[in-house]
């Protein structure tokens, strides 16, 4: 019986360090701005159909990391971080490296939580709005194609994209659908610069995995370009996401968004960070915390603006 408990014990924590809650503000940054902006624009809110929705997209979460999990492990990825790289910001959730999840286990979470998605997803197509099905079977292809062959969009440099994509214009879209009843070309040019910072986000966060993914023919963008020349390529998606602020003030006639320039600062000491660091990964950490905060800060900043839009 004791043995058993420890089985479930072991397995509960497994499940909880792949579901990783802390990376859950990846999509909830999206999914708020899109009902901000529904309220701001057509002055209603839905509570339970905004819980309902978040609810489906984090056991997507669970899914894609579960199914990345797996692919990551089985090409050595996983396996060829060293203790040293190894930071909080480093890809994959080594639940199978430390011991915590079989791969069965690991299969059987990514196989429930998909699963468990589908039926909130299709509870919300015949319930609430049937266009949203398009938005959500895209979002779980590409969480299922980010990771699995012989598609790998991760490991063929098509993965900061797919992110940009996915939290971007396919999270706060939908959100906006079950939200407003109807699609508003808006919501799209608001999620651009959410979809070009949390992409930098996984940006800076592959350069502790940097010499791991060269090991296990993971060749995302950092790989293929090399630290130095990717800390530029870092600097311009900040500069194309503040770009989309000044645009979007004037577009949609709204100032409030340009207050997404004070998160300016930061990003500036992101970088600096970034170029002085990018081969020292215990001081290259300040650059990966700054950025998430900006993700975050900026995420807080938009709710503000979309709900006076």
Known sequence: MSLDRNKIRSFWNGFWQLADIKIWIASTVPMIVGAALAYGITGR???????????????IEIGKNAVNEI???????????????RTPFSGGKKTIVDGKLTLFETGLIAVFTFG???????YIVFFRERSVLYVGLAGVIISIIYSVPPFKLSYRGFGEVAVGVTFGPLILSGMYLVMANSFDIRAILVSI????LIANVLWINQFPDYEADMQGGKKNWVVRLGKKRSVKV???IFTAAYVCFLLMS???????????????????????TAKLYYNDIPN??????????????????????????
């Open 71 to 85: 692919v990551d492990y089985i090409s050595g990825v996983d396996r060829f971080v060293t203790p040293k790289n």
């Open 234 to 236: 870092y600097q311009w």
């Open 250 to 272: 004037i577009l949609l006639k709204n100032w409030l968004w340009l207050l997404g320039f004070l998160t300016v600062p930061i990003a500036y000491q992101a970088v600096e």
């Open 193 to 196: 610069p959410i979809g070009l």
């Open 284 to 309: 290259l950490q300040k650059a990966n915390a700054k950025t998430v905060q900006i993700y975050i800060a900026t995420g807080i900043i938009m709710t503000i603006a979309a709900l006076f839009q």
């Open 45 to 59: 809110i839905h509570l339970y159909w905004l819980i309902v929705s978040m609810i489906g997209i984090y056991c």
């Open 116 to 122: 468990l998605a589908g039926l909130i997803g299709l």
